[in-house]
């Protein structure tokens, strides 16, 4: 493909990983594998989650929310991908872009907010037993979703307009298999220090206050943990908050690696890598710690395919 030919057109140019073609051949499949592994796993926990009635409580209303966001971000990224790793052309419309930016940036804000809120649900369900579903009620639960998706999306129209009203003088090249906040930047050919403050200043707020809100929350969980007399009432609480525990480092550590440096200093290659690790590898690791770890969904995801067998046979009778 050459670049030149698209110069005049309203398009941009994904690079991704052009320059390693047998890579892209690889990774087409991987991404491919990882994306399924998403679709069916976090569409299991939701209709696990709506139709078993054990599961109807405030943890598995978060989690189901967090299934549904999850689809969502993946979806907005990996067919565009899939299109162009596997095509000669490797191109996406200046709308395109566009749209993918601002929902990027809104999905990605959406799930550090959505971690904070899970961990309160946890420390409120251990610290304050009694009082837990007094306090996690329906329409507070309702409040906390709309709150976070309302903040994201503030968040991701300030930084994203910022990123798109920068002057490109002609250049229409990313050097990335999508379109990020970084690498739109990267391109403009004036001054970009306003926005990389700008990109740093909201990172801190919602990155790094709901992480600290989180690390709050488990030192309570932890201080009571460890006064519980029960070692099955210890063992099941650890189970709980484990698994919110590994999804909350493994997607707040690249985060923070990626956004949160100053000069933004990986190499070019090790950021595409570390995009696509919290973008597809993340979104599908989280329904199997989530099920893995947990009795209780285990035990809805099995009746869920008692009822599914039973149904198909009565159908063939």
Not at 39 to 66: E, K
Not at 142 to 161: E, F, G, H, Q
Request: glycine share 4%; hydrophobic share 45%; aromatic share 10%.
């Amino acid at each position: 493909m050459d670049p030149s030919n698209y110069s005049s057109l309203h398009v941009f140019i994904l690079l991704g990983f052009s320059d390693h073609p047998k890579l892209e051949m690889i990774l087409s499949g991987v991404v491919s594998i990882f994306y399924i592994i998403t679709l069916v796993g976090n569409t299991a926990i939701i209709l696990a989650s709506l139709l078993d009635s054990q599961l109807h409580t405030p943890m598995y209303f978060f989690l189901r929310n967090l299934s549904f966001l999850d689809l969502c971000f993946t979806t907005s990224i990996v067919p565009q991908m899939l299109v162009n790793l596997w095509g000669p052309e490797k191109t996406i419309s200046s709308l395109g872009c566009v749209v993918q930016l601002y929902v990027y940036m809104w999905l990605g804000s959406i799930e550090c907010l959505l971690l904070a809120v899970m961990s309160y649900d946890r420390f409120t369900a251990i610290c304050k037993p009694l009082h837990y579903f007094v306090i996690m009620n329906p329409c507070l639960r309702l409040k906390m979703i709309v709150m976070v998706w309302s903040i994201s999306l503030a968040n991701s129209v300030v930084l994203c307009t910022l990123t798109v009203n920068l002057p490109r003088c002609g250049n229409n090249l990313l050097d990335h298999f999508l379109c990020e906040l970084p690498a739109m930047v990267k391109i403009a050919c004036v001054d970009t220090t306003t926005v990389e403050m700008s990109v740093f200043a909201l990172g801190i707020v919602i990155v790094l206050t709901p992480l600290i809100l989180i690390l709050i929350s488990y030192g309570y969980i932890a201080k009571a943990v460890l006064r519980m007399k029960s070692k099955a009432g210890q063992r099941k609480a650890m189970n709980t908050c484990g698994s919110h525990l590994t999804v909350v480092s493994i997607f707040y550590g690249t985060i923070i690696y990626m956004y949160l440096q100053p000069g933004n200093s990986a190499s070019k290659d090790q950021g595409k890598f570390l995009t696509l690790f919290y973008t597809i590898i993340t979104p599908s690791l989280n329904p199997l710690i989530y099920t893995l770890r947990n009795r209780d969904m285990k035990g809805a995801l099995k009746r869920l395919m008692k009822v599914h067998h039973k149904s198909a046979e009565i159908e063939r009778n």
